[in-house]
């Protein structure tokens, strides 16, 4: 009788336990700012969480963030810093002055390490996440400036990890290829091109068979193979050159001969279901969305990024909540992925990311 009894309490209480609330979950949209960092609440219509005070920060160009370190990091280029912020306190726990002009890096799934390319040199810095101790670093080259219509600052410009943090793939301003790198030995193990001109943004499927990248003079963009046989690094397979609707053309009939970021479309992203490439129009401030569950690239909408004709927004990325539910481009506008239907509109930018948090404790992260 008194084992019954026990077996009986015992089991009550692993049902209790069983049936106790998990803890609330709370995605965050994390947002840079001219200067500050703006922290939305995803599940409440974006509506604004707080600010995040930056002092002397501003002019940022990558944001990442490790949930087991539970921080978040940004490079500014204002003072040439990388800067650390505590997610559970808001507060900065460094910054520090590497290299010249730090881009816009990722850091390994396991949260532990940083790769961080520097515009004003020739490399990626392998950095130990929890204190920019420089571990390593991997010479790719700066590239050259084009004779007709050059396009600024060139040099280490973005950067791509696999889901298994095995391997890393590199974007150099000019170079028309995606370098692949073991994260082993952070050693080059191939190059995936020649695409036909310099690559700028690029998404990487993560099943690592295809880029599907933004390249210079190109509205639109190319696809290559990740892979040549059992060679890592294939041949450019497919270019795709998209098509301003002819009534915003009308619309929009004198645009500045400057393009944005010198090229028209600087910001793509594959979506994390991995059926759909959106790729943005960044002079007539459109998103455009292509199927790519096979090949080509088939059309599937356009969503512009205004709401008034007479604005002219210039996206200069694309990024999406972990869920793939919400498309977030550089311009103003959170995108419903499956209605192709603008759900919010708040101040996105070029470099804005989602952590979820649980119990004030970050669980999962996504990438700019």
Not at 258 to 284: A, C, F, M, R
Request: charged share 25%; glycine share 10%.
């Amino acid at each position: 009788m008194r084992l019954a009894a026990l077996a009986a309490g015992a089991s009550f209480a692993l049902a209790a336990l069983s049936a106790a609330p998990a803890g609330k979950l709370e995605r965050r949209l994390y947002v840079t700012d001219r200067s500050t960092i703006s922290v939305y609440d995803i599940d409440n219509g974006h509506a604004l969480v707080r600010k995040i005070e930056v002092p002397e920060g501003g002019g940022y160009k990558g944001i990442a963030a490790s949930v087991p370190l539970g921080k978040l990091y940004v490079t500014s280029y204002k003072q040439d810093e990388l800067i650390c912020i505590d997610l559970a306190t808001d507060k900065i726990d460094w910054r520090k002055k590497l290299g010249k002009y730090g881009d816009s890096m990722w850091i390994t799934p396991d949260g532990q390490t940083m790769y961080l390319p520097f515009r004003d040199d020739d490399s990626w810095w392998v950095l130990r996440a929890k204190d920019a101790e420089v571990m390593a670093k991997i010479p790719v080259g700066r590239g050259k400036n084009y004779d007709i219509s050059p396009i600024g600052s060139i040099g280490p410009h973005n950067t791509w990890i696999n889901p298994a943090g095995t391997r890393v793939y590199l974007e150099v301003l000019t170079m028309p290829y995606v370098f692949i790198a073991d994260t082993k030995t952070n050693k080059v193990i191939g190059k995936v091109g020649p695409f036909s001109k310099g690559v700028r943004p690029f998404a990487v499927s993560d099943d690592e068979r295809y880029v599907y990248a933004n390249v210079d003079a190109l509205l639109g963009f190319e696809v290559g193979a990740v892979r040549d046989g059992k060679k890592w690094g294939g041949p450019m397979l497919h270019r795709v050159e998209a098509t301003t609707p002819p009534e915003r053309l009308a619309e929009y009939p004198n645009p500045p001969a400057h393009k944005p970021h010198s090229t028209p479309s600087h910001g793509i992203n594959l979506s994390p279901n991995q059926k759909e490439v959106w790729v943005v129009d960044g002079v007539y401030g459109y998103v455009y969305v292509y199927d790519v569950t096979s090949l080509p690239p088939k059309y599937v909408a356009g969503v512009p990024i205004y709401k008034d004709p007479k604005e002219h927004p210039t996206p200069g990325w694309i990024s999406f909540s972990i869920d793939g539910k919400y498309a977030y481009p550089d311009g103003g506008i959170v995108i419903d992925t499956a209605t192709k239907k603008v759900a919010a509109r708040i101040p996105t930018s070029e470099k804005l990311l989602e952590i979820d948090f649980v119990d004030g404790k970050p669980v999962k992260a996504g990438h700019r």
